[in-house]
């Protein structure tokens, strides 16, 4: 199993060096990057839309 939880990574780079290897792309991210892997980021929230007075 993954850090993030599942059997597969999740990650939308598919062609990246560190693909799969949650440990790595963790310390890499960790060292080198402003934002959490992808895996770690929150979901994007959905708003709600106002409903109308009818």
Sequence with gaps: ??????????????DCPRF?????????????????PYCKRAGRQVKKKKQSDE
Excluded: A, Q, T
């Design 1 to 14: 199993m993954l850090e993030n939880g599942k059997e597969v990574c999740n990650c939308k780079i598919k």
């Design 20 to 36: 799969g290897k949650c440990e790595e792309c963790m310390e890499h991210h960790r060292l080198y990057k402003k934002h959490p």
